[in-house]
């Protein structure tokens, strides 16, 4: 590999996507650097030859380090190069990264891989050990002499900096921050920038979660950073496995022992409370062994003199639906926080789920501080928990009665308005309460009051529509926050291309906070400034429109009907787009697409009445993860439908299924992957003329292209747009919008026009797609066996035909049980099979299930063990499923696209049982009934009985 090559497989390695905002170690060891390496390597070569490979390539260096004659000087002529804007180019390629990174990876590589009894600050006795084994050596020097590489690093002593600039300023750390280190004592100079890299390895920073379970801290409380470094002193080595001289920095003054616990802190304020642990196997997995979540205090001012207290959870990872805290349960409010818990306050209160390993705790304190909940977006009728101190908002503040005095003089000497409600009724006994507002000066004795002065801005939690690091979409605009802010601060907006200024607007209720102009351009990145704070590094924002040109179904894999990955099969899926090698003409479902009758045109001016605002917001992002879509979600919704939603979990991730199967989305659970999909023209089934489906995202813009079209050609083409039923809207689910014509040609012509595919045999090429169970059942069977959790302490469900939910307990038969276990939070469903345990699709899962265990019916077709459930129901052209029991995806995807409609999820008594079910409409053809019976071999049963 060329020296760009493996500079820019190491950046990569270090700075993507999933870094953003995220502080980067360039902390590499040689095996992962062969590993990296391998896949660009024959299996034959070993990895001697990989690892020789890359020195060689350091030695060689790029083409423009040619006349260079150490390593370092070689970083240094390329950094020279690449700051000038001449090396941009090379090879052929843009560069994306700088082309020095490759060397100052090296310069760390001694830390890590030469140990021995060296002192942690011994750089240079490490670097002449790592260089006589694997070079590089002087060029020509026969025998082979190492460079001599001693006080060398004093030349590439900028290179830190440089990094720093391009990774936060340049790339406005969107694929990851970076700390160019510091520089300790004076000895240390130039030693400290490799060194901060590796002091505090990787493998400790993965231990820090459980650093923070076994020393009892709760996630987002406060904590000084005094405390950390206590505990760093008391339990780094024995926890985390620092070393002893690691140990020794902390305990001193040096910049470098502070950076390394400002890198606790905020991995600290990044820690969701979940704890994990290792199997101890071969070939080790982690396994969640509980949750940890803080517990927060509320207060609400009541009338007649008298104050009420209660509690919310705050959810850094989402709860399981079920959860159940203190007898409580359907918790979930939205954005991260549960309902008010009707609970008595308590000096310190612990919430658990035994059966989730949850805990919600609230730790005793001397001092609780509480801010109007507008602030978090919840009711402001409550003043809710908070761990820092406002110098502009009304707070209220409950100490105990032994530190009344010290608060009052406090409050009374250096805040605004300062008063006495401790004669309100339903206080705690043995504690005060004050309000007061905009202090001016810290208390000299807790910490919890002390008033910041560095002001900062940044995009307040939970607004506007997040499309990237800083991108927000052009509709609810982000808000932004002054922190430590006075009430003097006058925040503006500089636009970046012309330096031109907007002054923002004062939020009407909430100080601190700022609204953009309502005329903010789109398009044009923008930095948020205050009077007189350097904005030096300060971060870009962007509002942005959607572009649907960025759709494409070649940003997702290939799959084949399993929906597993494959190269270039003759039978496989891409998004909305079908590849098939069967004849569709021979088949014989193919009349009621081509029906006989002659359509008749109508008047129709239909035209989408709103702008779909999660469309847009899709378009936008093009790809994102379930929680990026929880976020927007939770968000449109409580901009759409205000007040406090219920079954919130539950509708979130219907929303996120049903946008698959209906074609706007592709959800790859596994990968945890959301993709918007192209719009997209497809055939449907009708009883004269043709008609189509608009299937994938469509932006206003596009909808009103084809609303025009038709209304220009009424003659030919007529267009209808059907609201979804409000069970649907209040999943955001967009319109039906199809369109009704005489001929084919009509349609082809409309997707010519507005720059769409048309596919007239789409849902064919589906059908013909489709894998029967016997099919999957001989792919599981046909693979390798998976490791099961047995023996694991995780909980394992198992599926219980006759309640359709999974089931505590691991007393099942493992010679055909479907199980579901949570080593994380999405669960992984495994199907025992003779003594054997398989990863299964949960849908498929429950399928192999029925079919087994249901007593099998006459079929015509002696080749189908047809099975009988009488669990799938139909009255005339409705069919109804158990919820519990849905249909794998691409079935899912066919019968709900076959006319565009979603099914009505309803709560039906049917033969004296109550059940959930989900309702299809438009479904009474041998087209549905054939699927079930050729394809899943199971019989749909009639009923008399209303749908």
Known sequence: MRFLDWNNLLANHFFNPSQSARQVRLFVSKAEIIAMGRLHFTQEQQDSEIWADFMSALQTGPLAANGADSVFDKAAQ????????????????????????????????????????????????????????????????????????????????????????WANVRMDSQWGSFQAGYTGNKSWKYVAKPLSQCVFPPIAIRRLPEFFSKASLIPGDFYTQRSFRDLLIDKGVQWLGLRADAISLIQGESGLGKSLTELVQTEFSRWTGEQFQLTGEEKERAYRIGTIVPLLVQ??????????????????????????????????????????????????????????????????????????????NLNSRFWLETLRLSRIDDMYLLCKESLTEKI??????????????????????????????????????????????????????STGLKVSYNRYLNHYMPEFTVSNAEGNEKPFLRYRDDDTQQNLLAHPSLGGVWLLPKEVRVGSPFTICLKDVAAEGAKFYEIIRPFLNDLKNEN??????????????????????????????????????????????????????????????????????????????????????????????????????????????????????????????????????????????ASAGLLEDLAAY????????????????????????????TFECAQVGTLERLAEKASIEFDEWYLLKLKALLPSLSDYKAMLLGGESAQSWDGVDIEQKSFSLQTLAFMPGQ???????????????????????????????????????????????????????????????????????????????????????????APEFKQLNIQGVRGSYNIYGNTGTPFIDNLFKFKLNIEIHKTDEPL
């Open 556 to 697: 997702v894999p290939l799959r084949d009907a399993f929906g597993n990955p494959v190269e270039n099969p003759a039978e496989s899926y891409q998004g909305n787009l079908i590849k098939v090698s069967t004849k569709l003409e021979s088949l014989a479902d193919r009349n009621p697409f081509t029906p006989n009758l002659k359509w008749i045109p109508c008047q129709n001016d239909a035209s989408p009445t709103s702008d779909n605002i999660l469309m847009n917001w899709l378009i936008a992002t093009v790809n994102t993860n379930t929680a990026g879509f929880n976020c927007a979600f939770e968000y449109i919704c409580r901009q759409l439908f205000p007040g406090e939603p219920t079954r919130l979990l539950q509708k979130r991730k219907s929303a996120v299924n049903l946008l698959d199967y209906l074609g706007y989305i592709d959800y790859d659970y596994n990968k945890d992957k959301i993709t918007a999909l192209p719009p997209k023209l497809i055939s449907l089934p009708t009883s004269s003329g043709r008609k189509a489906l608009l299937i994938g995202c």
């Open 408 to 461: 009052k003089n406090w409050g009374r000497e250096n805040c605004a308005t300062f008063s006495d409600q401790s004669e309100l009724q339903g206080l705690p006994v043995g504690y005060a309460l004050f309000r007061f507002s905009k202090p001016r000066a810290s208390h000299p004795e807790f910490e919890m009051l002390k008033v910041q002065g560095e002001k900062s801005v940044s995009v307040r939690e």
């Open 811 to 901: 007393d099942y038969d493992r010679n055909y049980a479907l199980i579901e276990c949570r080593p994380k939070y999405l669960p992984e469903y495994g199907i025992w099979i003779k003594g054997s345990y398989y990863v299964v699709d949960k849908n498929w899962g429950k399928y192999l299930l029925f079919h087994h265990y249901s007593p099998k019916v006459y079929s015509y077709d002696r080749d189908i063990d047809l099975a009988g459930t009488k669990r799938l129901l139909r009255n005339g052209t409705k069919l109804a499923l158990p919820a519990q029991l849905p249909l794998p995806r691409l079935f899912s995807r066919l019968i709900i696209q076959l006319g565009g409609i």
């Open 78 to 165: 390329v950094a020279t190069k690449w700051r000038a804007g001449q090396y941009q180019r090379l090879s052929g390629y843009d560069q994306s990264f700088p082309p020095y990174l490759a060397y100052l990876v090296f310069s760390i590589l001694p830390l890590i891989e030469v140990q021995g009894s060296y002192n942690t600050n011994n750089y240079h006795g490490r670097m002449e050990d790592f260089i006589k084994e694997n070079g590089p050596y002087e060029i020509g020097s026969k025998p082979r002499r190492p460079q001599n590489l001693r006080n060398k690093l004093q030349d590439i002593d900028h290179l830190w900096d440089e990094l720093a600039d």
């Open 299 to 376: 207060l609400k001012p009541g009338t007649a003199g008298q104050v009420s207290f209660s509690y919310r959870a705050a959810f850094n990872t989402e709860p399981p639906a079920d959860l159940c805290l203190g007898g409580m349960d359907d918790l979930y409010q939205g954005e991260n926080w549960s309902r008010t818990l009707d609970i008595e306050f308590q000096d310190t209160l612990v919430l658990q789920d035994k059966v989730h390993k949850w805990k919600a705790q609230s730790p005793n304190r001397e001092i609780r501080l509480f801010i109007n909940a507008a602030h978090f």
């Open 710 to 737: 038709c209304r220009a050609h009424q003659e030919d083409i007529s267009i209808s747009v059907n609201p979804r039923s409000l069970q649907h809207q209040e999943m955001l689910i967009p319109p039906v919008i």
